[in-house]
């Protein structure tokens, strides 16, 4: 979305849409940034999908039939520039990734809320608002634990309910390599994924995707406050084990993430944050299971989901990609991870992913990158 901005000159900021807007009333410049990003060295793309859903669409006011519309080509547009970058560098097909990019609930609401995880009822404990106490976590207790039994069954009804519009088209579902649930800012909309990923195999053949669940860390910190403690943040080991546990409290199954990690983060928060999700891992992964590392961070800039503006950070590229390639170095060396995607994400253009492909020649084991 950032990208569209800074490059292509097309407002997405104002409006619920975001870089979904674009795919219905400038359907090229999805195409032509696409293909800014595989040019730098982009092995992995992401579809301009992050911020879809039948809320979203509404609220811009188009119909269930415009969002399935728009949800469906953005993979077309997607898969359309991937082939066309293969036909004109002779890469083939299979060595570009595409991934169906989705956000949590909260990019849905406005202001969106990814960094506060403020979600209104059924969803959490109450709305954002201007003024006053913002809570995210509901009351230690037993009506504490139905209502967040409540919250869960909706956030995976969502997120369902998202993942069948995909999956209805063969054409579109055949063309998605990998699933990416990004910005995730709480526990619970963790849980529900996992459900939701769960029951999408369950009920429809050929269901089953890789896929990534990702967290951020503004200011270093995870969005979700402790129950009955309104003060005090979730740790990366709360994280680490919403993302593997077994079963939930009411006997759900839940799929297990074939890679997690973090996305619109500042870099400078990331080396802390590999050692402690690595120190997690082994209390709840067995010998044979090896998550992948998922790592694309912010690229330094700041921004005001108030306002929707950005102000201005000291991120350069080399330094940036100079950082994400030594984290990648270390992860490699480290017995959990299966490998390692390395990325960028707001404020990431084209040039900072051309550094980051170069820096990654120095790898020993290359990671993916997009």
Not at 243 to 263: H, I, K, L, Q, W
Request: glycine residues 8%; charged residues 25%.
């Amino acid at each position: 979305g950032t990208t569209l901005e800074d490059i292509f000159h097309v407002d997405v900021s104002h409006t619920a849409l975001w870089s979904a807007k674009p795919i219905l009333e400038q359907p090229q410049v999805i195409i032509d940034a696409h293909l800014a990003f595989l040019r730098a060295g982009a092995d992995l793309l992401s579809t301009a999908t992050y911020q879809c859903s039948y809320r979203t669409f509404e609220r811009a006011g188009y119909s269930d039939a415009d969002a399935r519309t728009a949800m469906t080509r953005a993979v077309r547009l997607a898969d359309e520039a991937r082939r066309k970058y293969c036909e004109e560098s002779g890469k083939a097909l299979s060595d570009i990734k595409l991934v169906l990019s989705l956000g949590p609930f909260g990019a849905t609401l406005s202001p969106a809320q990814e960094y506060d995880g403020c979600y209104p009822p059924p969803f959490g404990p109450q709305a954002y608002c201007t003024s006053g106490e913002n809570i995210n976590a509901f009351p230690a207790g037993p009506e504490g634990d139905e209502a967040e039994s409540r919250a869960v069954q909706a956030l995976v009804d969502f997120h369902l309910e998202r993942l069948h519009v995909f999956a209805a088209d063969e054409e579109v579902w055949h063309a998605i390599d990998i699933i990416a649930f990004e910005t995730i800012p709480l526990l619970r909309e963790i849980t529900a994924v996992r459900v939701a990923m769960a029951k999408l195999v369950a009920g429809v053949a050929d269901g089953r995707k890789a896929w990534w669940l990702s967290v951020l860390f503004p200011d270093g910190k995870f969005p979700e406050k402790r129950r009955g403690e309104p003060s005090v943040s979730r740790e990366v080991g709360d994280i680490v084990r919403s993302a593997f546990a077994g079963r939930t409290s009411v006997g759900d199954e839940m799929a297990v993430p074939d890679g997690v990690g973090v996305n619109c983060t500042d870099v400078s928060h990331y080396s802390g944050l590999v050692e402690a999700l690595e120190d997690a891992l082994p209390s709840y992964i067995g010998d044979s299971v090896r998550p992948w590392l998922v790592l694309y961070p912010n690229g330094g800039d700041v921004y005001d989901p108030v306002s929707r503006t950005w102000k201005e950070g000291s991120g350069k590229e080399e330094t940036w990609a100079d950082k994400l390639v030594d984290l990648a170095t270390r992860a490699h060396k480290a017995t959990v991870w299966g490998g390692v995607v390395l990325g960028g994400c707001c404020r990431c253009g084209p040039d900072k992913i051309r550094m980051l492909a170069e820096k990654r020649l120095s790898l020993v084991s290359c990671a993916s990158l997009f």
